[in-house]
């Protein structure tokens, strides 16, 4: 009944009311629309996304308005091997009040496709690149987790219906599910479960200084000379 765009400002605003805390709100290019980027930006949390080359959608560089593909020819890249091959502020348009909305692209290699790129978004622009790329990476683990309710917990197949709350039943229960498996899971296979026994053995494994690695050397050499 409602455009995917405003059902996302819907739950986003309940899972916040709901007393959910977070410093970026991520997803993929299938939102990534500035129009729907400044409505995040609105409930006080910022967003990280992909972005994807349409010609009609556009950012403010230069005083000009570019597409994701002119802008990428327009910028100046890193030469070599670099893994992010360039990244600009840019503009998404203006709020109510006038203001213009800044934002970074961060327009990385793509491994996967020869002589390709993929280009990053986010709205706080005091992010370091590296950093934009490392949180975005979280992402992964959202999709696998998607992947294995589908596959192997049923989502979305072991009812049919037109009832949002008993969709939204049936999501939570396949949810609550997947926790009792990773709760198993984490308990039979993970040492971390074991405790301040884990904590411990951090400790003893903490890398040492690199004083006191030279003075190990040098004692190991000392012996070394006496045996010889």
Same mark, same amino acid.
Request: hydrophobic share 45%; glycine share 4%.
């Given at each position: 009944? !409602?455009?995917?765009?405003?059902?996302?400002?819907?739950?986003?605003?309940?899972?916040?009311?709901?007393?959910?805390? &977070?410093?970026?709100?991520?997803? #993929?290019?299938?939102?990534?629309?500035?129009?729907?980027? /400044?409505?995040?930006?609105?409930?006080?949390?910022?967003?990280?996304?992909?972005?994807?080359?349409?010609?009609?959608?556009? +950012? *403010?560089?230069?005083?000009?308005?570019?597409?994701?593909? &002119?802008? +990428?020819?327009?910028?100046?890249?890193?030469?070599?091997?670099?893994?992010?091959?360039?990244?600009?502020?840019?503009? @998404? *348009?203006?709020?109510? !009040?006038?203001?213009?909305?800044?934002?970074? %692209?961060?327009?990385?290699?793509?491994?996967?496709?020869?002589?390709?790129?993929? &280009?990053?978004?986010?709205?706080?622009?005091?992010?370091?690149?590296?950093?934009? %790329?490392?949180?975005?990476?979280?992402?992964?683990?959202?999709?696998?987790?998607?992947?294995?309710?589908?596959? +192997?917990?049923?989502?979305?197949?072991?009812?049919?219906?037109?009832?949002?709350? /008993? /969709?939204?039943?049936?999501?939570?229960?396949?949810?609550?599910? +997947? %926790?009792? @498996?990773?709760?198993?899971?984490?308990?039979? !296979?993970?040492?971390?479960?074991? *405790?301040?026994?884990?904590?411990?053995?951090?400790?003893? /494994?903490? #890398?040492?200084?690199?004083?006191?690695?030279?003075?190990? @050397?040098?004692?190991?050499?000392?012996?070394?000379?006496?045996?010889?």
């Amino acid at each position: 009944m !409602q455009k995917s765009s405003d059902v996302l400002i819907e739950l986003l605003r309940q899972a916040l009311d709901s007393g959910i805390q &977070a410093s970026y709100v991520l997803f #993929d290019s299938w939102f990534s629309f500035p129009s729907t980027i /400044m409505k995040v930006l609105e409930q006080k949390i910022h967003v990280i996304c992909m972005l994807k080359g349409m010609p009609r959608v556009y +950012y *403010g560089y230069n005083g000009q308005k570019w597409n994701l593909n &002119a802008l +990428y020819k327009a910028v100046r890249k890193k030469r070599g091997k670099a893994k992010i091959l360039a990244s600009v502020i840019v503009t @998404l *348009g203006c709020n109510e !009040q006038g203001e213009e909305i800044p934002a970074k %692209i961060v327009f990385v290699r793509d491994c996967n496709r020869r002589r390709n790129w993929l &280009a990053l978004l986010t709205t706080d622009v005091h992010l370091p690149d590296e950093e934009v %790329i490392r949180i975005y990476g979280k992402r992964w683990d959202i999709e696998v987790f998607f992947k294995m309710t589908k596959s +192997y917990l049923r989502l979305a197949k072991e009812f049919q219906g037109r009832s949002y709350d /008993m /969709m939204f039943a049936h999501t939570s229960i396949v949810f609550a599910r +997947y %926790i009792l @498996l990773a709760v198993e899971s984490r308990e039979s !296979q993970d040492p971390r479960t074991l *405790g301040e026994l884990f904590s411990l053995c951090c400790d003893e /494994m903490e #890398d040492i200084k690199f004083a006191s690695a030279l003075l190990l @050397l040098i004692e190991l050499f000392k012996s070394a000379v006496r045996k010889f």
